[in-house]
């Protein structure tokens, strides 16, 4: 169920694969202008990267399974799935669809460990604020019964 190396190193090399490079239309050199959009320095054109479809996407439609965001958007649902394992993606408050912490298995919107969790592992409160896998609490807890949604760890 974890989330190992490999699948990173794998998520890593897909989403930046799949990275735009080159305008569309004019083949001109883009710039990042954050969101997971590029504009094209020469002629203007904007383009989206994966991170910034599946952002649209819930922002279009509300939190989704991983499952219905990857079949509507055409991105491999391991790409959706790592985008929420990296925390490029956040699941906004109010979802009941939650990604789990790796530890001990509560609810957190984006990252690897729920705060509990980093503490208990790095023994040092500094530690918390720099480590890129700590995640966040939903402030309410998904309703009961839904986790037959939770889509996000169980794709294999
Ligand atoms: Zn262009
Ligand atoms: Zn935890």
């Known amino acids: 169920m974890g989330y190992s ?7 890593l090399k897909a989403f930046i694969e799949r990275k735009p490079v080159k305008c569309s239309k004019c083949k001109g ?18 383009e989206v990267d994966d991170f910034g479809k599946i ?6 439609y509300g939190p989704s399974p991983a499952i219905v965001i990857s079949e509507q958007t055409n991105i491999p649902i391991d790409l959706v799935n790592g985008m929420l394992r ?8 109010g979802s009941d669809v939650y990604i789990e912490c790796e530890s001990c298995g509560c609810s957190i919107r984006f990252g690897r460990y729920c705060p509990d969790c980093i503490k208990k592992r790095t023994n040092n409160l500094n530690g918390v604020f720099f480590n890129p ?17 939770f889509y996000f760890l169980d794709h294999h």
């Not at 190396?5 to 998520?11: C, D, I, L």
């Not at 952002?55 to 279009?60: A, G, L, P, S, Y």
């Not at 990296?86 to 408050?93: A, C, D, F, H, Q």
């Open 5 to 11: 190396k490999e699948e990173k190193k794998a998520f």
């Open 29 to 46: 050199k883009l710039k990042y202008i954050g969101g997971g959009y590029y504009e094209c320095y020469d002629c203007g054109n904007k």
């Open 55 to 60: 952002k649209d996407f819930i922002e279009e």
């Open 86 to 93: 990296e925390g490029r993606l956040e699941i906004p408050e």
């Open 133 to 149: 896998e700590m995640g966040e609490k939903p402030q309410k807890a998904p309703k009961k019964g839904d986790s037959g949604k």
